[in-house]
Each structure stands twice: as C-alpha cells, then as structure tokens.
C-alpha cells in the first residue's frame, strides 16, 4: 500500500510538468493505457487464484468428481484471460495515440 500511495504522490508532482508542456492529453492516454493493463492483470489473477482454488477443492474432497470439474475450470480460466487479453489491447490502442 506504501508503494502504492508512492506511485501515485510521484505522477501527481508530474502531472504540472505535462501541463506546462501543453502535453497533459499524452499523459493521460499514458496513464490510462497503464491503468489498462495493470488493472486487467490484477483482476484476472485474483479470479484465476480463486477459480483454481475452489476447483482444487472441489476435487480434494471428491476425487472421483474431477473429470466433471477439470473442463469447467478450464472454460472459465479462458474466460477469465479473455478479459487479460481486453485490457492489453485497450492498452495498445491507448498508445497509439501517444
């Protein structure tokens, strides 16, 4: 969380930087662009560790069961990556307009 709050006092003092070059445009795009990505990746692994998770357990406590838990899991990990994939493309089209 220190990291955190440090990263974002730090784009905070650069943001008047950016203003006074008339380029806050850019650093907005770059900005979103990061936040894109960034956020895409930490949603899509806490869903994969949660998906992962319950699945594991699922088959711990009933073995016989996991040929009937394995394919769903897999379906719904695709899905969960899809949506990775989303935010890496948004974060691409973002900085092409840089």
């Known amino acids: 969380m220190k990291k ?3 990263i974002l006092v730090m784009m905070a003092a650069a943001a008047p930087l950016y203003a006074a070059q008339g380029e806050l445009a850019t ?3 770059a900005l979103g662009a990061g936040l894109a990505i960034s956020l895409a990746a930490l949603g899509g ?10 699945a594991l357990e699922g088959i711990a406590r009933n073995p ?3 040929d009937k838990i394995f394919t ?3 379906i719904g990990l695709a899905l969960i990556e ?3 994939i989303y935010g890496l493309v948004i974060a691409f ?3 092409g307009k840089i």
């Open 82 to 84: 899809s949506l990775v």
């Open 72 to 74: 769903p899991m897999i």
């Open 45 to 54: 692994g806490i869903g994969q560790g949660i998906a992962m998770r319950g």
């Open 93 to 95: 089209i973002l900085q």
């Open 64 to 66: 016989n069961a996991s």
């Open 4 to 6: 955190l709050m440090l």
């Open 27 to 29: 650093f907005g795009i």
